[in-house]
């Protein structure tokens, strides 16, 4: 049996696209998961597949699931919980910085182009490093005045991404253990 991490992109966030975290947990039990459990209100989602699911199918089939069951769309990368921790394991950041960091999950790997042009924006207070499936990004005064954020390295680098800081990542990983 595989565990994985679902993590949901915009829900329950100023009022828009929300699903009880109750509900949430019997839309996926519906689809065969196990051991479904969820994690604060953002759409964290720790489940267990007997299937061989892919973790891009368990994917799209709880996205399509939600926009069936919700009629709205939203993006959920899954990752298995080893992915997970080896995301977590290798922020290049110093220990003080990587506890007030952002992990920006990257749905697909970008092109090197576009990892290449988005290497060279900066911005004050910003710290940044590119990795095929994920963005490691310190905000010095706090991601509320971030101008880096989920959005912009969407945009700059063409995958779709929903980010964890720290803390949930380290949380989702000691509810797997």
């Known amino acids: 049996?595989?565990?994985?991490?679902?993590?949901?992109?915009?829900?329950?966030?100023?009022?828009?696209?929300?699903?009880?975290?109750a509900d949430l947990r019997l839309l996926l039990e519906s689809l065969g998961f196990k051991d479904v459990q969820t994690y604060i209100q953002s759409g964290n989602v720790i489940f267990r597949s007997h299937s061989e699911a892919s973790a891009k199918e368990c994917s799209e089939n709880i996205s399509e699931a939600i926009k069936k069951k919700y009629?709205?769309?939203?993006?959920?990368?899954?990752?298995?919980?080893?992915?997970?921790?080896?995301?977590l394991l290798k922020c290049p950041f110093s220990d003080k910085k990587q506890e007030k960091s952002y992990f920006i999950l990257l749905?697909?790997?970008?092109?090197?182009?576009?990892?290449?042009?988005?290497?060279?924006f900066s911005h004050p207070n910003e710290e940044f490093h590119i990795e095929e499936d994920c963005v490691f990004i310190y905000?010095?005064?706090?991601?509320?005045?971030a101008k880096m954020g989920v959005n912009f390295f969407e945009n700059k680098l063409k995958v779709k991404a929903t980010a964890r800081n720290y803390r949930t990542m380290v949380k989702l990983l000691s509810m797997v253990s």
């Open 1 to 21: 049996m595989k565990t994985y991490i679902a993590l949901l992109r915009g829900i329950n966030v100023g009022g828009h696209k929300k699903i009880l975290m």
């Open 71 to 87: 009629g709205f769309k939203v993006p959920v990368l899954v990752k298995k919980a080893t992915e997970l921790n080896e995301i």
């Open 107 to 120: 749905k697909e790997c970008p092109s090197q182009e576009c990892i290449k042009i988005t290497s060279d």
């Open 139 to 145: 905000y010095s005064e706090g991601a509320g005045k």
